[in-house]
Each structure stands twice: as structure tokens, then as C-alpha cells.
């Protein structure tokens, strides 16, 4: 059963760097068989998709937030992250780092999250 | 690109049913079978419900099911229960091969 775990600052100056890490077990990220995505939560609002990168490393990411994310992988350690540049309050939320099968099978569907982690708030302080 | 579009809030008795809507376009609900339903509490990691519009994953209850009709997709809830209060979200990949969630459902069980 794979699991996925965030880690990372719990508090970010505003305009600085938001760095996250994901770490997975019981599966591997360079499969070629999921896509690897961000999705965040807001205290209070609803969840917002941030972005995959796919075994081979090509990415995908929300419009309104393109310009300021990257998400990579590394695959020797099992891991993949975000970077959020020029941080403001309205990035604090709960980061999610989720999987998501490139094809349907007996549980999950195609290009959706079938595993999630737990969540790790972050915090922008002004 | 928008959110689709579910209802703030649901509730029911327990034992009765529930449906939740969620609503989006021709670009993205409208436009593939790509529907997954989540729940969520606080705390946790969120849970998959639905995919592909009307599939449980294994271990999931035959109490959720999920269906689309247009441009909306529903996921109803019967035999409500106290462990099903939380919040329901909807997700959907599009035309331009993004996902999108819904505003997000709070159901509470009377």
C-alpha cells in the first residue's frame, strides 16, 4: 500500500520561498504508471490543485499559479517537491502531496488522486 | 479555470439518503468520464470515494454511489451515518489536461 508523506517549514516569511517535500513509500515514483501532484487547502475555502509531474518529469500546473511553482522529483531518494515563490498570506493552507494513476484500475480512475498524504499546514507571516 | 460548482451544505437523518451536485462545464465534467469523489476530515488524509464517475475503490461502502448526467455529476449517499458527516469534494480533469475540485460539501447528520 503506498504512502505518502509531507514534510517542511510550518511557517514562511511573506515574499520568501515555500519549499515541500513528499516522500513515498510502498511505491515508486519513477513508475511510469502515475502522476505525482500539489493540492492545497486554504483554512476555511476549498481544495485548490497545484500541479503534477509524471515519472518522466514533464509537468502540469494550475494556471493562476504557474508562474510562481515548480514541482520536481528526485528519484534516487523517492521523493518529489514544491517550490512557491514570492509567498503571500493568501498561500497559507494545508499542502497535500497526492498520486494519481496515468490509467484506471479496480481503485482509482485515470489522471484523478486515488492516495493522498495527511497534509502539512504552512504558514505565511508577514 | 473555475471550480465546479456544490452546494455549501447537505444534511440529513440518520438512515435517510443524500445527494450531492456538483456542477462544471463541457470542458471538464461535460467533457470525460475523469469524476472522482473525495472525503475529507480534519486531520486525515483525504479519502477517494468515486472515480471515473461511478467506480468505488475496493473497501469503499455500497452506501456511495456516483453518477453524471451532462455536465453534473451526483454523489448520493444512503443509509446515512454519523461517521459520514465531513466534507465531500468533487474533482474532475479537463480539456486541457488540469484537475479541478469542486467549492467542496459539508454534510452533517442530523
Known amino acids: 500500500q503506498v504512502q505518502l508523506q509531507e514534510s517542511g517549514p510550518g511557517l514562511v516569511k511573506s515574499s520568501e520561498t515555500l519549499s515541500l517535500t513528499c516522500a513515498v513509500s510502498?511505491?515508486?515514483?519513477?513508475?511510469?504508471?502515475?502522476?505525482w501532484n500539489w493540492v492545497r487547502q486554504p483554512p476555511g475555502e476549498g481544495l485548490e490543485w497545484i500541479g503534477y509531474?509524471?515519472?518522466?518529469?514533464?509537468?502540469n500546473y494550475n494556471p493562476s499559479l504557474k508562474s510562481r511553482v515548480t514541482i520536481s522529483v528526485d528519484t534516487s531518494k523517492n521523493q518529489f517537491f514544491l517550490k512557491v515563490t514570492s509567498v503571500t498570506a493568501a498561500d497559507t493552507a494545508v499542502y497535500y502531496c497526492?498520486?494519481?494513476?496515468?490509467?484506471?484500475?479496480?481503485?482509482?480512475?485515470?489522471?484523478?488522486?486515488?492516495?493522498w498524504g495527511q497534509g502539512t499546514l504552512v504558514t505565511v507571516s508577514s | 479555470q473555475s471550480a465546479l460548482t456544490q452546494p455549501a451544505s447537505v444534511s440529513g437523518s440518520p438512515g435517510q439518503s443524500i445527494t450531492i451536485s456538483c456542477t462544471g462545464t463541457s470542458s471538464d465534467v461535460g467533457g470525460n468520464n475523469y469524476v472522482s469523489w473525495y472525503q475529507l476530515h480534519p486531520g486525515k488524509a483525504p479519502k477517494l470515494l468515486i472515480y471515473d464517475v461511478s467506480y468505488r475503490p475496493s473497501g469503499i461502502s455500497s452506501r456511495f454511489s456516483g453518477s453524471k448526467y451532462g455536465s453534473t455529476a451526483s454523489l448520493a449517499i444512503s443509509g446515512l451515518q454519523a461517521e459520514d458527516e465531513g466534507d465531500y469534494y468533487c474533482s474532475s480533469y479537463t480539456s486541457t489536461s488540469t484537475l479541478v475540485f469542486g467549492t467542496g460539501t459539508k454534510v452533517t447528520v442530523l
Open positions: 510502498g511505491g515508486s515514483v519513477s513508475s511510469g504508471t502515475y502522476f
Open positions: 497526492a498520486r494519481a494513476p496515468r490509467y484506471s484500475y479496480g481503485s482509482g480512475g485515470s489522471y484523478l488522486p486515488d492516495h
Open positions: 509531474i509524471s515519472y518522466s518529469g514533464s509537468t
